[in-house]
Every structure is written in C-alpha cells, then in structure tokens.
C-alpha cells in the first residue's frame, strides 16, 4: 500500500522553464490538494480537487496549473518557474467526512534558480 | 484575520509535562477537524481527528468547542519523541478545501 507518491523528491529548475510535479495515490479518495510550505512557514493551499474532471483554485495558485483526469493522479504543473516558487511542495489526499484526515506525499522540494 | 490561527510558540517545556495547544477558526460552517504532527523537512502526519464530544488517543487529548470556534490539545507527560510542530486542520463539511494553521512548535527537554 504505497498511500500517495510524489516524483520527483528534488528538483532544481532555472527560471522561465516548465515542469509537472506528478502526485499518485492508491486509497481510491476523492480529495486531492497541493500545498506549499516555505522555509519556517505553515502550508498554503495552491489547488484542490473533489474528485475526477473537478478543480478549483486554492489560496497561491498563481503560475500553477492542475488537471484531475482520473481519481488517482493529481499533476501539478508549474508554467514558468519564479524564484519565489522555490518551496516544498506537498500532495495529499483524503475520504470526505470527519475522519477523512490527509494523507500527504513525502514532499517535492523545488529550488528555482 | 487567518481563517485559523494557533498558538504562536514555540513551547519549551520539560520531559514529563503536559502542554495544551490552542487554534481559532474563524468559518462557522466548518465541520471536520484534525491535529497534524510535522517533524522538520518531513510530511505533516495525522496525529487524530477532532470530535464535538472530545476524543483521547493515549497521552493525547483533544477537545472542540464550536461556541467559541477552537479546538485543542493537550499533551500529558511529555517524551522527548513528542518534539515537533503541531498543525491544527478546518474543513468545511465534504468540502475538498481544508485550511492548516502555521503550526505550534514544541521542544521537550530532558
């Protein structure tokens, strides 16, 4: 039982270029989000998901895109890297419901230089 | 205002202590709850879900009052493994949206 995978763990991109961050999960849940944490900072919501061809923006979701074609897979597509994208940048997923608590990926962290 | 604000910290505090945490949601309409435990550079984990009736998991208590919007946790004889920061989550009923507060970091000392 993998929960949700995230590739690549680390990435270094130079400014202006593109990239997906993938995120997978295997417990058929609904919920898909991705948020960022900065250095010393709480997690920020970019953008999140209630279940397949179903997205919606979340509180930075500037400069990212995201596609929910199936219940398991969430990418995350970063349009131009930016400096202040440098980040961590985690997935997670969960049921509906009171004890539907997150279940996160291990983290991207993404430097942009 | 932050839709969900927690206790700044950071907690310093002895092996063998109890600590409580505290975090204000400002949604009416939320209705699921949760603590998160975060180790430094490491994915947030669940530590328990919050229940209108309070609900205990070993030293670990956590309580909600929708009068006053918070939610809590106590943590009873502190252990050097319970250093981490603490992440209090709000989540409007079925609604993909959860919001994390910035979190509360504790230190046990020996």
């Known amino acids: 039982n993998a929960g949700v995978t995230q590739t690549p763990k680390f990435q270094v991109l130079k400014t202006g270029q593109s990239m997906t961050l993938q995120c997978a999960q295997d417990m058929n849940h609904e919920y898909m989000s991705w948020y960022r944490q900065d250095p010393g900072m709480g997690l920020r919501l970019i953008h999140y998901s209630v279940g397949a061809g179903i997205t919606d923006q979340g509180e930075v979701p500037n400069g990212y895109n995201v596609s929910r074609s199936t219940t398991e897979d969430f990418p995350l597509r970063l349009l131009s890297a930016a400096p202040s994208q440098t980040s961590v940048y985690f997935c997670?997923?969960?049921?509906?419901?009171?004890?539907?608590?997150?279940?996160f990926g291990s983290g991207t962290r993404l430097t942009v230089v | 205002r932050k839709e969900v604000e927690q206790d700044p910290g950071p907690f310093n505090v002895p092996e063998g202590a109890t600590v409580a945490f505290n975090c204000t949601y400002s949604n009416s309409a939320s209705q699921s709850f949760f603590w998160y435990r975060q180790d430094c550079r490491k994915e947030p984990k669940l530590l328990m879900s919050?229940?209108?009736s309070g609900n205990e998991d070993g030293r670990f208590t956590a309580q909600l009052n929708r009068a006053s919007q918070y939610i809590s946790l106590l943590i009873r004889d502190s252990k050097l493994s319970d250093s981490a920061t603490y992440l209090c989550v709000v989540s409007p009923w079925n609604a993909g949206k959860s919001t994390f507060g910035d979190g509360t970091t504790l230190t046990v000392k020996p």
């Open positions: 997670a997923s969960r049921t509906p419901g009171q004890d539907g608590g997150y279940t």
């Open positions: 919050v229940y209108s």
